[in-house]
C-alpha cells in the first residue's frame, strides 16, 4: 500500500509518530550517556574518592601503630603497649572498610592490596607481641643484672669492711706481720672485685644504651678477670663468712653474666624483631600509598572519561537534534505536499468547470479523503455535463416550439387585424344605423 493511499489521518498520525520516535532515541541517547557520565561521575565519588579515602586511614594508622610502637620501645609500660596494641585494631576496621569497598565495586586490585596490608599488619602484630616479651625478658635480665651486681658490690663492700675491722682490731696486738700482710693482700683484692665489678655494671648500662655490642665484648673480657679475683681471694681466705660472701658473689656474677647473655640474645632478636617490624610497617604504609596513588589515577582517568563523555553526548545530542528538525521539516513538507498538492488539483478543476471549462482532468487518483473527494467531484462534474446536455436537447425542442408558437401568433395577429377592420365597419354601420334610428325617432315624435 503506497503512503498516498493512507487516510489524512493515519498520514498526520504517522508524520507524528515519526516525531515521537525521532524523541524517543533522542531521549535514549540522552539517557544512555547521562548514565555513563553519572557512573563516571559516581566512579569517582564512591569509589575512587572512597579508596584514596580509605587507603589514607589504612597509611595514617599505620603510622601511628609505628609511632606508638617507638613509644613503648622507649617508655616500655603497659599502657604504651596498649596503644599500639589499640593502634592495629584501627588499622583493621580501616582494611575492613578498604575491604568492603573493594567487594562493592569488584575492584580486585584494591582487594589484592588490601589482604597483603592485613597479612603484613597481622604479622606486625605477631611480632610485636614477640617483641613485648622480648623486651620483658630484657628487663627481667636488666634487673637480674642490676640485683646481682648489686649483691656482688654489696659482697665486695662487706668483705672490705670485715678486713678494715680485723686489720684495726689486730693492728695494735702482737701479730706476724705475715697475718698483717694477708688483710692487706685480701683487701687488695676486693677493692680490685669491686672496681671491675664497678666497670663491667658500667659497661652493661653502655651497652644497654648504645646496644654496639663493644661494651658487651668488654663485659667477656673483664667476667673471666673477675672469677680469676675470686679464686685468688679465696685461696687467701679461711674465715668461713668470708668464705660465704665470696661464694654469694661469684654466684650473683655467674647470674649476672648468664642474665647478661640472655639480655645479648634477646635484644639481639628483638633487634631482628624490630627490622621485621619496619619492613611489615613499612609494606603496609607501601600498599596503602600505591592504593591511594591508583585511586588518584584511577580517579582522574574517570574524570577525564567523565570530560569525553559529556563532549561526545553535546555533540551526538546536537547532531541528533538536528536530524530530528531536519526529518521533522521533511516529515512536514512531506505530508503538506500529500495533502496540498491534490486538493490545490481539486481547487484548479473546480474552479475550471466552474467557469464553464470541462475539457480538464482531475488527475488525482488516492484512497484517502481527497481521493473520494476527487472522485466525487469526477461524478459531480460527469453527472452535470449529462444534464447540461440533456437540457441543451430539451432547449432545442424548446427553440422549434417557440417557432411554431410564432408562426400561429403571427397567423392569429393577421386574423385579428381582419376581424378588426370588419369590427369596425360592423361598427361604423352601428353608427349609421343609430343615426338613422335617432333621425327615425325625431322624426316619429
Known sequence: MRMSDFSIRMKILCGALSLVFITAVFGLLAYIFIGKVASATFSITDHYAKAVQYATGVERMSLWTVLEEKNYLLKKDDASRQRVEDRLQQLFRELDKVDALG???????????????????????????????????????????????????????????????????????DVAASMLDEYVQRYIITSNIYTLALEIMRAEKEEISRKDRSHYKNMLEMLPRLFALYDALEKITVDKEQLQLIAGAREATRKYEQAAAGWISNDDALNGILA??????????????QAEETGFKQADAARTVSIELIDDSNKIILAVGVVALVFGFVVAFLLAAMISNPMKKGVRYATAVAGGDFSQTLDVHQKDEIGVLADALRSMVGTLQERIAEADRQGSAASEQARKANEAMHEAEMAGRDAKAKAENMLAAARKLEEVADVVATASS
Open 103 to 173: 567487594k562493592q565495586f569488584n575492584d580486585t586490585a584494591l582487594l589484592e592490596r588490601a589482604r597483603k596490608a592485613r597479612q603484613e599488619a597481622q604479622l606486625y602484630m605477631e611480632k610485636f607481641r614477640v617483641g613485648v616479651e622480648s623486651l620483658k625478658a630484657n628487663n627481667s635480665a636488666e634487673e637480674a643484672m642490676i640485683n646481682n651486681g648489686r649483691r656482688v658490690e654489696q659482697a665486695a663492700s662487706r668483705f672490705m669492711q670485715l678486713q678494715v675491722d680485723a686489720y684495726t682490731k689486730i693492728q695494735g696486738q
Open 276 to 289: 621485621e617490624m619496619n619492613a611489615m610497617g613499612n609494606a603496609v604504609i607501601q600498599e596503602a600509598q
